[in-house]
């Protein structure tokens, strides 16, 4: 195909953001934060159960070794970021809102450490079962912000044939342009990656989607297409484009049915973050230990993208920016969207730690909702084609049941329906909160 005449691929519904705020960092390369004194390594940094300290307080450690085994299938090991000094696992502020167990590592100073694992430069001829092992052994998670174990995704039952493999450049948060800076700078490491996951999965011709917004980037991971393999996909700017069932649906045009998983219409996606970090691990034998972040917001002095360490306080990555014109309104981890708002500067960035963005008060304004006035603009943006409106008046009225029959857990609380609502209804809020209720109902009949 002509690059040039490529089709330009979206999905149904969604939004489009006004002033999406990436012209505040998406024309700045990538800098390298400097050598702190202390980080906070958090424990539960993958989904499912967190992996086990296997160092102590008082025990010397090289960058790159590891700190915590993975305790089980459906978790991830966890790496120093620096050579120093174990200080103990601490109690720290936790993304989440709740205190967070994290391994304190004092710095040398010396950042010194050999990568632990042998590289694989011949991995087009290896066993892809030796390739999924590097993915376990260097701790890749979901980077997008789902931070599931990798290697998971690349382990579908034997009736689940898988013959997409889609990598998530869409980046469509707005703020967030961590993945746009890394697929532009090192679009090989990208695609190389890409080409690995094809070779594990089994999958000919992995593809990348890229909003065209990102037309820098689309250009840069062009020129390795033939080398490795993967195809580009344009895709049309447009939010919630880069999550895991609109990009399928953009791309190879299947539905992800309800309650289903993209494995059940044939495909799996990893973002283009993992990809690079599984080049990484491949080529150079490096777990994961650190990461690019957004750091941006209207009242941050110098917003930018940064490679930070992993257990990197905020306080710290936001001095990095030139600290703030003005007291926040808000602090979030990851876009305005679907990020989550945190109480305090000392979270430590994790491996899904897309961006720190800081709103001024007059962004973060809290709104007193009156009823629905049944404008239909909340069902005309769900991309999951839900009707939020009717979903918010049953869970206001503590009908659960009728949410559930509704398909509320299909909800991926993206914030397209709060977004649009004239009235500013706390329609994210109330999902949320049905979603929490039927959990708890469920666990409860289990007992």
Not at 73 to 100: D, R, Y
Not at 104 to 109: K, M, N, P, S, V
Not at 159 to 171: F, P, R, S, T, W
Request: hydrophobic share 40%; charged share 20%; net charge neutral.
């Amino acid at each position: 195909m002509n690059k040039s005449s490529r089709n330009v691929m979206t999905f149904s519904g969604g939004i489009h953001p006004a002033g999406d705020g990436k012209n505040l960092t998406c024309n700045f390369a990538v800098r390298t934060a400097p050598l702190l004194e202390r980080y906070f390594v958090l424990l539960m940094e993958n989904a499912g159960k967190p992996p086990i300290p296997v160092v102590k307080k008082g025990d010397t450690v090289k960058k790159y070794q590891l700190i915590a085994q993975a305790d089980g299938f459906v978790s991830a090991n966890l790496h120093s970021p620096t050579s120093g000094v174990v200080n103990g696992v601490v109690e720290v502020p936790g993304p989440m809102g709740v205190p967070a167990a994290a391994i304190e590592i004092i710095a040398d100073g010396e950042d010194l450490g050999e990568p632990p694992l042998e590289p694989i430069n011949n991995w087009e001829s290896v066993d892809p079962e030796i390739l999924k092992q590097r993915v376990i052994d260097a701790g890749l998670v979901g980077m997008g912000g789902a931070s599931f174990p990798t290697h998971v995704k690349l382990t579908p039952p034997p009736d689940k044939k898988i013959d997409h493999l889609i990598l998530n450049g869409a980046e469509c948060e707005p703020y967030l342009t961590a993945d746009h800076r890394l697929m532009f700078e090192k679009p090989e490491k990208v695609m190389r990656g890409a080409a690995i996951f094809g070779k594990i999965m089994g999958v000919r011709r992995p593809q990348i989607g890229v909003e065209i917004n990102k037309g820098d980037a689309i250009e840069a991971l062009e020129r390795f297409e033939d080398r490795y393999g993967v195809s580009v996909v344009p895709l049309m700017v447009r939010y919630p484009q880069g999550s895991e069932k609109q990009l399928i649906n953009a791309i190879t045009g299947r539905e992800v049915r309800s309650g289903g998983l993209p494995m059940d219409a044939g495909c799996v996606v990893q973002n283009v973050g993992t990809a690079a970090a599984l080049s990484d691990a491949v080529i150079k034998g490096i777990p994961l230990v650190e990461r690019i972040v957004t750091i941006t917001g209207d009242v941050v002095v110098s917003p930018g993208n940064w490679k930070l360490k992993l257990g990197t306080p905020a306080i710290e990555a936001v001095k990095l920016a030139g600290g703030v014109t003005e007291e926040p309104g808000k602090l979030i981890f990851g876009g305005p969207m679907m990020g989550f708002a945190q109480k305090s500067f000392q979270v430590p960035v994790a491996k899904n730690t897309s961006g720190i963005l800081l709103l001024p008060t007059r962004l973060a304004v809290n709104y007193e909702a009156s009823g629905c006035i049944r404008c239909g603009r909340c069902v005309q943006g769900c991309p999951m084609h839900l009707m939020p409106c009717l979903l918010s008046t049953a869970i206001e009225a503590d009908r659960f049941d009728l949410a559930f029959q509704n398909h509320v857990m299909d909800c991926m609380e993206c914030g397209s329906c709060a977004y649009v609502c004239p009235d500013h209804r706390p329609l994210v809020q109330n999902i949320r909160r049905a979603k929490a209720e039927l959990r708890k109902q469920l666990a409860n009949k289990g007992k």
